[in-house]
């Protein structure tokens, strides 16, 4: 693996593994104490964050193994996006304060940076 998409697979398990103790997180310890739509926030959340991180591992693996330097940025955005975004859905879910909310659309744009990264390094040309 070459240094390009080890600290992106790095990135990309650590999202998976946080999103995963997220996910358990909420299911156990916040159901009886969050409301169902606070729940449902803080689910989406750890949704984001494990098909995010998901794809950080795979644009990490194509990054490496073509050299893609598009590739690359885009899992540095699926990175900072899933943060962003995800961790603000967090923090509206178990604070219920909504000036948090207008966070959240910034994590979405860069998440969608990211999927527009991976589409012009898979349409530019070798």
Do not use: K, N
């Amino acid at each position: 693996m070459t240094a390009m998409g080890r600290p992106l697979i790095v990135a990309g398990a650590m999202l998976g593994f946080t999103g995963v103790a997220a996910g358990a997180f909420g299911a156990h310890a916040l159901r009886g104490r969050l409301g169902d739509e606070r729940l449902a926030t803080f689910r989406t959340g750890a949704e984001y964050q494990l098909w995010h991180a998901v794809a950080t591992v795979a644009v990490a693996v194509v990054a490496a193994r073509w050299h893609s330097g598009w590739a690359a940025t885009g899992g540095w955005l699926f990175v900072a996006g899933t943060l962003t975004f995800s961790g603000s859905l967090y923090a509206l879910a178990w604070t219920g304060s909504r000036r948090l909310g207008a966070v959240t659309p910034i994590g979405g744009v860069l998440l969608l940076a990211g999927w527009a990264c991976v589409v012009v390094g898979a349409l530019a040309p070798e």
